[in-house]
């Protein structure tokens, strides 16, 4: 089985418990307008361009087949035609600095799990594993699923990181082999939720309400965008959902830092948010009040 990954990282601590590895796999039903990882979007594969790392010697339009980019020396210019770039990667060999690169490779379940398969003695003695993160893992069901029966063979504490968004029977099917839920919670209200995300709300909810009910366990992470969807109303929901759902594991709180932003300009896309600030110290303590004052215990803002 393959499937198209575009990072693995070892020694992670803010994707579950104790040291994990983290996949990040290619593919997002959502267009969330804060997404940090954009590059993670499309399924296939997309060249970048580092700025900083660029001296404009111009190898890349030497040796590029299609003719798709451009460099002005003199100027420092360097520019592509997306619609000619095949992404074969000549370009990426030819520059000696790194500043050609590409997004997204496809690898087997086996090459993913010798890398996994590295730091088990950190696994065992911190309580950590495999975390399937994206993008949505859920959009490569068939690969997410045999990740995880591998890691499970071994022995290996799982998580994954979901939007929610994927048809119920896949969460039947990995539930078994799932030892801990990421799940995002993004928006409340069902229009706000399309209106952010692009996608409606409903079928998220009733994934959440599946897996909840069938005894999963479950982090709820909710990304935080001051003035974007910080509202009243979702503050009050998050600090329900501790009340309605008591054995959640956590209720975690991701407020937006702008770091993502250099990705959108690397792969050639749309920013949606291009002038927002990363969240203040100030911003998070009045969230850190609001969910003291409801009495909240599981809640944790980064």
């Given at each position: 089985?393959?499937?198209?990954?575009?990072?693995?990282?070892?020694?992670?601590?803010q994707d579950g418990?104790?040291?994990?590895?983290?996949?990040?796999?290619?593919?997002?039903?959502?267009?969330?307008?804060?997404?940090?990882?954009?590059?993670?979007?499309?399924?296939?594969?997309?060249?970048?361009?580092?700025?900083?790392?660029?001296?404009?010697?111009?190898?890349?339009?030497?040796?590029?087949?299609?003719?798709?980019?451009?460099?002005?020396?003199?100027?420092?210019?360097?520019?592509?035609?997306?619609?000619?770039?095949?992404?074969?990667?000549?370009?990426?060999?030819?520059?000696?600095?790194?500043?050609?690169?590409?997004?997204?490779?496809k690898v087997t379940?086996?090459?993913?799990?010798?890398?996994?398969?590295?730091?088990?003695?950190?696994?065992?003695?911190?309580?950590?594993?495999?975390?399937?993160?994206?993008?949505?893992?859920?959009?490569?069901?068939?690969?997410?699923?045999?990740?995880?029966?591998?890691?499970?063979?071994?022995?290996?504490?799982?998580?994954?990181?979901?939007?929610?968004?994927?048809?119920?029977?896949?969460?039947?099917?990995?539930?078994?082999?799932?030892?801990?839920?990421?799940?995002?919670?993004?928006?409340?209200?069902?229009?706000?939720?399309?209106?952010?995300?692009?996608?409606?709300?409903?079928?998220?909810?009733?994934?959440?309400?599946?897996?909840?009910?069938?005894?999963?366990?479950?982090?709820v992470r909710c990304?935080?965008?001051?003035?974007?969807?910080?509202?009243?109303?979702?503050?009050?929901?998050?600090?329900?959902?501790?009340?309605?759902?008591?054995?959640?594991?956590?209720?975690?709180?991701?407020?937006?830092?702008?770091?993502?932003?250099?990705?959108?300009?690397?792969?050639?896309?749309?920013?949606?948010?291009?002038?927002?600030?990363?969240?203040?110290?100030?911003?998070?303590?009045?969230?850190?009040?609001?969910?003291?004052?409801?009495?909240?215990?599981?809640?944790?803002?980064?």
């Amino acid at each position: 089985m393959e499937g198209w990954i575009f990072d693995i990282q070892r020694f992670s601590l803010q994707d579950g418990p104790g040291i994990r590895t983290t996949v990040f796999l290619k593919g997002c039903p959502l267009r969330c307008q804060w997404c940090h990882n954009p590059e993670s979007i499309s399924i296939h594969p997309l060249l970048g361009h580092i700025e900083t790392k660029c001296v404009y010697c111009g190898a890349c339009q030497l040796i590029c087949p299609s003719q798709a980019i451009v460099v002005v020396k003199e100027e420092k210019q360097w520019t592509i035609n997306r619609e000619r770039c095949n992404v074969c990667g000549a370009c990426v060999t030819a520059c000696f600095t790194g500043a050609m690169v590409i997004s997204g490779k496809k690898v087997t379940v086996e090459e993913v799990m010798s890398e996994v398969l590295k730091d088990v003695t950190y696994y065992q003695q911190s309580g950590g594993g495999i975390t399937l993160s994206g993008g949505e893992p859920m959009m490569q069901f068939d690969f997410t699923r045999d990740l995880l029966a591998a890691s499970r063979e071994k022995g290996i504490h799982t998580a994954i990181e979901t939007s929610g968004a994927a048809p119920r029977r896949h969460f039947e099917a990995i539930l078994p082999l799932t030892d801990l839920f990421l799940f995002d919670y993004k928006a409340t209200g069902d229009q706000l939720h399309h209106q952010l995300t692009g996608v409606h709300q409903q079928v998220i909810m009733d994934n959440f309400n599946f897996l909840y009910h069938q005894g999963a366990l479950i982090e709820v992470r909710c990304p935080m965008v001051p003035g974007i969807n910080d509202t009243a109303e979702h503050l009050h929901a998050i600090a329900a959902m501790e009340r309605n759902y008591p054995h959640l594991s956590q209720v975690r709180i991701l407020p937006y830092h702008n770091t993502g932003n250099s990705k959108y300009e690397r792969y050639g896309l749309h920013n949606p948010l291009p002038h927002l600030s990363t969240t203040t110290e100030e911003k998070k303590k009045e969230w850190e009040s609001f969910f003291h004052r409801e009495g909240c215990t599981k809640v944790l803002i980064e």
